[in-house]
């Protein structure tokens, strides 16, 4: 017959189950592993001695494609470079592998856009690449951009507005942006709604202050819409900047002609110098005729 268990078994399964919690608990507080501290078991384990041993960027940029041709036969992602941008170290592995993202096409795998763009909110110069390798994908960035825009993780919408402002993927790219940036405006959090309005005055031409305003505008404004009105406005910035500059060049040469016929005109050296480096065909057409005056003083 069963009867009940002794007291001693049930202190026995009590110990055996609290200690399953605990070591469950343990493994879950282990930190993420940084860089190349992967496990020996990995799928890339030779690939990540190779990049551990790697003394130099070229060595190391010769580690990152051999992970990248690994991922792409095995049809996996290239788990130890996105943890090496998420993590950003080892720190000269995370800078060479920006660059070498921001100048190598077929290193853009997608599972790196997410954390190039928050890469591109830091401080400090590494930014500077990481906003410059979003660039770099091109259109191919824009949907993980509004995806992040949408994200209920702050630092991801705060980062995708930010970089929403550099035009990522031209104008096909920020028709696609600017519908999650003013959607973003209804969270009502002010530094979220800062830098959103600011990239969308970057990107729409336009300078309204408040999200109400720019909710206004967009209303219900289709993508086709969007990008006639952008490349209307893009045009006429164009213009004006075209004009603005032909009028400084305007000024700047008639101090330049005017400096010319006053400090230089019995200098043939000057002129000559003048005459064979000069941009400006006026300039050159004063010089000519400055030495032609000086000719007959030089037969005298």
Not at 178 to 188: F, Y
Request: with cysteine.
């Amino acid at each position: 017959m069963r009867g009940p268990a002794p007291s001693l078994v049930l202190v026995i399964l009590g110990l055996c189950i609290a200690g399953g919690f605990s070591r469950a608990q343990e493994a879950q507080e282990q930190p993420i592993p940084a860089g190349t501290e992967l496990q020996t078991e990995s799928a890339f384990a030779e690939e990540i001695k190779q990049l551990d041993a790697a003394a130099d960027k070229a060595a190391r940029v010769v580690a990152f494609d051999a992970i990248l041709t690994k991922a792409t036969e095995q049809k996996r992602l290239p788990e130890p470079l996105v943890s090496i941008l998420q993590n950003k170290k080892p720190e000269a592995a995370f800078n060479d592998l920006l660059e070498h993202l921001r100048d190598t096409p077929s290193a853009r795998h997608e599972a790196f856009i997410g954390a190039l763009v928050l890469a591109a909110n830091d401080p400090g110069e590494s930014a500077k690449v990481a906003v410059a390798a979003v660039r770099a994908y091109g259109k191919a960035a824009v949907p993980r951009i509004c995806e992040m825009l949408a994200s209920e993780v702050a630092a991801e919408r705060l980062a995708a507005a930010a970089v929403s402002s550099e035009r990522v993927g031209g104008a096909a790219g920020v028709v696609q942006v600017i519908p999650k940036l003013v959607a973003a405006l209804d969270r009502a959090e002010p530094d979220l709604t800062g830098i959103a309005i600011r990239s969308l005055k970057r990107i729409a031409l336009l300078e309204y202050e408040t999200a109400k305003q720019w909710k206004d505008w967009l209303g219900k404004k289709s993508s086709s819409d969007l990008l006639a009105e952008i490349a209307d406005r893009e045009s006429e910035a164009r213009r004006k900047a075209e004009a603005a500059r032909q009028r400084a060049e305007a000024e700047l040469l008639a101090v330049l002609l005017e400096r010319m016929r006053s400090d230089e005109r019995d200098n043939p050296d000057a002129l000559i110098i003048r005459l064979q480096s000069s941009e400006y065909l006026s300039v050159r057409l004063e010089a000519v005729k400055l030495l032609r005056e000086l000719l007959p003083q030089k037969k005298g």
